[in-house]
C-alpha cells in the first residue's frame, strides 16, 4: 500500500467516524426525547396520587396501596419527584411517602446497597436512607463516615443529620479531622442534632485536631448551648489555634452571657492574634451590651483595619451610648483614622434608620 | 597545468552540482518542514480528544452524583461563605441596570455586588443612581492591595440595602477596576464578572460548590462562558437557547465548546487549568490579596492572576484546588466581525505570550508540578505556537509541492486527513455536549453547528492564525496595550440584534 493509499484509507475511516458520532448524535437526542416524553405520561399519571398522599386532607390508605402495587416502569418514572417531595414535606405527607418508601421495599433495598461495591450505589442509598430518616441504619451510616469515597462520606454526613440520632455526633465531629468530610456538611448535621449534641462538642472541645475544635466551638455557638459558655472561654483564651479562638469568640458573641461580655472585652486586647481581636469587637456588638462601649471606643483608631471596622459597627448596634461615642469620634475626638470609621457607621446606621446620611467631605 | 586543467574541469562540474544539492536539500527541508507541521496538527487534535474524553468522564461523573450532591442544603448551611460580585464597568450605560437587576436576583444566600465605574465618560453612573436612588457615603477601604485608579466616590442605595455598592474612580482599567473591587469586597469570596455578561440564575451556586465541599483546598473555581449571541433574553436572563444567525459567530460556538468548554473542563480534571475567564470566576478574596491581586500590566489579567495563583501556592507548598466548573453558565456576546474579532484575538495571543513569558522560570520546573511541566508548555507549543505552525504550514506545503518536495496527491490526501481529524475532534465535542448539556434544543441548531464545524477549518482557523502571529508580534515589540472596542449589539426576545437593548 502507498502512502497516498494509507493517507486515504485513514481519511475514509475519519469521515466513517464522523458520519458514526452525527448518527450517535441524532439517535441520542431522539432517544432521550421519547424517553422524557414517556416519563411524563407515566408520571403525569402517577403524580395525583403523590399530590393525594402528601396533602395530608384524606385517608391515605386507598393511596398508599395504589402506589405501592405500582408497576416498575411507573415507579421508576416518579420516584425521583417521590425522593424530592421526601426533603419537602414534613408531618403527615412525610410520614406517609415513607411508609410508602418502606411499603415498596426503598430502605430495605437501600440498607442492602449501603456494602455495594459502587460508591455512586453506596451514596445514593445513604442519601434516601436520610430523606427516611431510617434510624436503623445509623451504625452503617457511621461506618461509611470512613470510606475510603469522600462523596461517601459526605452523603453518609447528610444523612445522619437528617436523621439527627445524638449518638452520630461524635464520630461526625471526628470526621473533620484531615478534612474527611466537608465542615458545613458537619455543622448542618450538628445543627439538625441541636442541643442532644452537646456533650459531644463539648469533648470535641479538647480533641487532638484543631478543625475538630473550630466546628465544636462554632456549633456550640449555633445551638444556643449556654452551658457551654466557660469551655467557650477557655478555648478563647488558651487554645492555640487563632482559627479555635475566633470561632469561639464569634460563639461567645451569639451565647451573649455577662461572662461572654468579660471575656470578648479582654479578647479585643492587644496580647490576642488581630483576626480574634477583630472576631471579638464584631461580637462586641452581638452582645449587645452598652457596656462594652469604653472598649470598643478604644478600636476605632486601631492601626488594623478590620478590628477598627468591627468596633465602629458594633457601636451602632450599643444604642445610644454608642452613636454618641461614634458622633464624638466622627467629630475628630479621637483622631483621623477613627473620624473615618465612625463617619461610615453613622452613615450606615442612618440609611438603616431611614435617613440619608451626611455626604462625605470632600477629598483633601 | 594539467592539475590546474583538472581545478578548472572540477568547478566546472561542481556549480551545477553545488545547486542540485542545495536544490535537494531544500527539497528535504521542505519535506521535513511539512510533515512536522502534519504531525503537529496531529498532536494539537490529539490532545483536544485527549481533553475531551477526560471532559466526559468528569461529566459523568458529576451528573452521577447530582441526586447527593446536596444543592439544596446551600440555604441552611450557616457557614456558607458569603461572595462579593465584583463588576467593572466602562461605559455600559446601556446594559448596566439591567446586568445589575439580574444579578441582584441571583439564587444565593449572601452576597453583595459590587460596581465599580471606570471612569465611564457616558451615563454608566447616572442609569445606576436614577434607577437605586443612589446616596454617596463614607467608606474606609482597606489598601489590602495597591491601586492606581482613584476613588472618586462610594455609592449605596438610599433604602439602606448594603447588597449593593458603586464605586467610582478615574479610569486606569479593568484589572486595576477589578483590584479596588476586591478592596471594597466584605466577603470571603469575590466573584469577577463582566458588566455585559448573563448568568444562569444558579451559578453563583454553582460555582461556589466546590468552595464547600473543599473549603480548606479550594482557592479558585471558573465557570464556562458560552455565546449568547442568537439567545433570546428576557429580564436580563437567556430564557431560550439557539444558535446565532451569523456563521462567524456559529463556528465560535464551536469554538467556545471544544476549546472552552471541553477543554478547560479537561485541565480541570487534570489540575492544570491555567485559564478562568475574566466574566466569571470566583476567587478567594485573602488567596487574591496574599499574590497583590490582579497585574494591572496584563493584558491577559486573568489567566496572568490564575498563573500566578499557581505559582504562588506551589511555592509556598500548600495543597491547593483551581477547578472549572462547566455548568451553569455566563453568557457573552460574542464578536460578529471580523474586525473586532481580529481584535480579540490578537488580545488573547499577546496576554498568552505575556504570560508565559513573565512566568518562564516555570517552564519544565518540577517544583511547578503539573502546571510547569504540562500546562505551561501545553499552552505554548499548542496555543501560543499554533498560529505560526499553521502559517508556516499554509506557506511551507505549496511550496515543497511547487518545487516538488512533496508529492501533490499525498499533500492533498494529508490536509483532507488533518481536516477530516478536525472534524472528527468538532463532532466529538458535539455529541458530548448533546449527551451531557443539550442546551441547544432545535433540531435545526443541531444541523446548524454541525455545518459549522465543517467551516470552521476553511478559513476561520487560518485568520485566528493570521491575529495570533500579529500578536505575538506586538508582545515581542512591546506595543501599548490597547483592549480595542468591543462593538456589542445586544440580544432581544427573538435572537436577532437590536443595538444594545435587552429586554
Redo the contacts between chains.
Keep these: 500500500m502507498t502512502?497516498?493509499q494509507l493517507?486515504?484509507v485513514?481519511?475514509a475511516l475519519?469521515?466513517l467516524?464522523?458520519s458514526v458520532?452525527?448518527a450517535?448524535?441524532?439517535t441520542?437526542?431522539s432517544v432521550?426525547r421519547a424517553r422524557q416524553r414517556r416519563d411524563a405520561r407515566l408520571a403525569a399519571e402517577v403524580r395525583p396520587l403523590l399530590i393525594r398522599l402528601t396533602g395530608g386532607d384524606e385517608d391515605v390508605e386507598e393511596v398508599l396501596r395504589r402506589l405501592a402495587a405500582l408497576d416498575r416502569r411507573r415507579w421508576n418514572a416518579v420516584r425521583?419527584s417521590a425522593?424530592g417531595l421526601l426533603?419537602k414535606v414534613s408531618g403527615q405527607g412525610n410520614a406517609a411517602l415513607t411508609r410508602l418508601f418502606e411499603e415498596r421495599g426503598v430502605a430495605r433495598d437501600a440498607v442492602a446497597d449501603l456494602s455495594r461495591r459502587g460508591s455512586?450505589r453506596r451514596?445514593?442509598a445513604?442519601?434516601v436512607l436520610g430523606l427516611l430518616r431510617h434510624a436503623e441504619a445509623v451504625p452503617d451510616l457511621t461506618r461509611l463516615l470512613a470510606d475510603r469515597h469522600p462523596?461517601v462520606r459526605?452523603?453518609a454526613a447528610?444523612a445522619l443529620g437528617r436523621i439527627a440520632e445524638p449518638q452520630a455526633a461524635g464520630p461526625l465531629l471526628d470526621c473533620l479531622a484531615g478534612?474527611r468530610v466537608?465542615?458545613?456538611?458537619v455543622?448542618?448535621a450538628l445543627?439538625a442534632i441541636g442541643p442532644a449534641a452537646r456533650p459531644a462538642l463539648t469533648k470535641a472541645m479538647a480533641h487532638t485536631a484543631p478543625e475538630v475544635r473550630a466546628i465544636a466551638a462554632?456549633v456550640l455557638g449555633?445551638i444556643g448551648s449556654v452551658g457551654s459558655v466557660s469551655a467557650l472561654i477557655r478555648a478563647l483564651t488558651l487554645d492555640p489555634s487563632s482559627d479555635v479562638r475566633t470561632r469561639a469568640a464569634r460563639s461567645l458573641g451569639r451565647l451573649g452571657t455577662p461572662a461572654c461580655l468579660d471575656a470578648l472585652t479582654d479578647a479585643v486586647g492587644l496580647t490576642y492574634p488581630t483576626a480574634v481581636r477583630a472576631e471579638a469587637a464584631g461580637a462586641l456588638g452581638d452582645v449587645g451590651a452598652p457596656a462594652a462601649v469604653p472598649a470598643l471606643r478604644a478600636l476605632l483608631a486601631d492601626h488594623h483595619?478590620?478590628v477598627?471596622?468591627h468596633a465602629a459597627r458594633s457601636l451602632t448596634r450599643l444604642g445610644g451610648p454608642g452613636t454618641e461615642t461614634l458622633r464624638e469620634a466622627a467629630d475628630g475626638a479621637l483622631g483621623v483614622r477613627a473620624a473615618?470609621?465612625a463617619?461610615?457607621a453613622l452613615?450606615?446606621l442612618a440609611?438603616?434608620?431611614?435617613r440619608?446620611?451626611a455626604?462625605?467631605?470632600p477629598a483633601p | 597545468m594539467r592539475e590546474g586543467a583538472l581545478a578548472a574541469g572540477a568547478a566546472a562540474a561542481g556549480v551545477p552540482g553545488v545547486l542540485e544539492a542545495l536544490a535537494e536539500g531544500v527539497r528535504w527541508l521542505l519535506a521535513v518542514s511539512g510533515a512536522a507541521v502534519m504531525v503537529y496538527f496531529l498532536c494539537v487534535n490529539t490532545s483536544y480528544l485527549v481533553l475531551i474524553a477526560l471532559a466526559t468522564w468528569d461529566s459523568v461523573h458529576y451528573h452521577r452524583r447530582v441526586a447527593f450532591a446536596g444543592a439544596d442544603d446551600v440555604y441552611s448551611n450557616p457557614l456558607n461563605p458569603a461572595i462579593s460580585v465584583i463588576m467593572p464597568a466602562y461605559n455600559e450605560e446601556a446594559g448596566i441596570v439591567e446586568a445589575v437587576r439580574a444579578m441582584l436576583s441571583m439564587r444565593y444566600p449572601s452576597f453583595e455586588i459590587i460596581v465599580v465605574d471606570d471612569g465611564s465618560r457616558d451615563g454608566t453612573f447616572d442609569r445606576l443612581r436614577e434607577e437605586y436612588d443612589l446616596v454617596e457615603v463614607p467608606r474606609v477601604v482597606p489598601d489590602d492591595i495597591p491601586t492606581r485608579g482613584r476613588v472618586l466616590s462610594v455609592h449605596v442605595p438610599g433604602g439602606g440595602s448594603q447588597v449593593l455598592t458603586v464605586v467610582r474612580k478615574s479610569n486606569s482599567g479593568r484589572a486595576d477596576a477589578l483590584n479596588v473591587g476586591i478592596n471594597f469586597a466584605r466577603n470571603p469570596l469575590v466573584c469577577m464578572v463582566d458588566a455585559d455578561s448573563i448568568l444562569d440564575p444558579g451559578a453563583l451556586l454553582s460555582v461556589a460548590k466546590p468552595f464547600t465541599d473543599d473549603p480548606l483546598r479550594t482557592v479558585a473555581t471558573g465557570g464556562v462562558i458560552r455565546i449568547a449571541n442568537g439567545c433570546d433574553v428576557v429580564g436580563g436572563r437567556v430564557v431560550t437557547v439557539r444558535m446565532p444567525r451569523q456563521w462567524l459567530v456559529r463556528i465560535q460556538v464551536i469554538e467556545y465548546l471544544r476549546a472552552f468548554l471541553l477543554g478547560r473542563t479537561g485541565w480541570s480534571r487534570l489540575g492544570g487549568l491555567l485559564i478562568i475567564s475574566g466574566a466569571f470566576g470566583l476567587f478567594r478574596r485573602d488567596a487574591v490579596v496574599e499574590i497583590g491581586g490582579l497585574d494591572p500590566d496584563s493584558i491577559g489579567e486573568d489567566a496572568e492572576l490564575v498563573t500566578r495563583l499557581h505559582r504562588h501556592m506551589r511555592e509556598q507548598d500548600r495543597d491547593y484546588r483551581i477547578v472549572f466548573v462547566s455548568e451553569p453558565v455566563s453568557w457573552t456576546e460574542a464578536p460578529s466581525t471580523l474586525a473586532v474579532l481580529g481584535r480579540q484575538r490578537r488580545r488573547w495571543s499577546r496576554g498568552l505570550a505575556e504570560l508565559a513569558w513573565k512566568h518562564r522560570a516555570m517552564f519544565g520546573n518540577p517544583r511547578y508540578g503539573r502546571i510547569g511541566l504540562l500546562a505551561l508548555p501545553y499552552y505554548v507549543v499548542f496555543e501560543l505556537l499554533a498560529p505560526l505552525v499553521s502559517l508556516s504550514g499554509l506557506v511551507l506545503v505549496p511550496l515543497g509541492v511547487l518545487v516538488g518536495a512533496i508529492d501533490l496527491p499525498f499533500a492533498g490526501a494529508i490536509m483532507l486527513a488533518s481536516y477530516g481529524y478536525a472534524l472528527l475532534v468538532a463532532f466529538t465535542a458535539l455529541a458530548v455536549e448533546e449527551y451531557a448539556f443539550h442546551r441547544y434544543t432545535r433540531w435545526r441548531d443541531l444541523g446548524v453547528a454541525a455545518l459549522a464545524a465543517f467551516a470552521e477549518n476553511i478559513g476561520y482557523r487560518q485568520f485566528n492564525a493570521w491575529w495570533g502571529v500579529q500578536g505575538i508580534v506586538a508582545a515581542l515589540r512591546r506595543t501599548q496595550q490597547v483592549w480595542g472596542v468591543m462593538t456589542r449589539e445586544g440580544f432581544s426576545a427573538q435572537g436577532r440584534p437590536t443595538g444594545g437593548k435587552r429586554r
Design positions: 502512502s497516498v493517507v486515504s485513514t481519511l475519519l469521515l467516524a464522523v458520532l452525527g450517535v448524535i441524532v441520542g437526542r432521550r425521583a425522593v426533603g455512586v451514596a445514593r445513604a442519601t462523596e459526605t452523603a447528610r478534612g466537608p465542615s458545613d456538611v455543622v448542618q445543627i462554632e449555633l483595619y478590620r477598627a471596622h473615618a470609621h463617619r461610615e452613615a450606615v440609611l438603616a434608620e431611614g440619608h446620611p455626604r462625605p467631605a
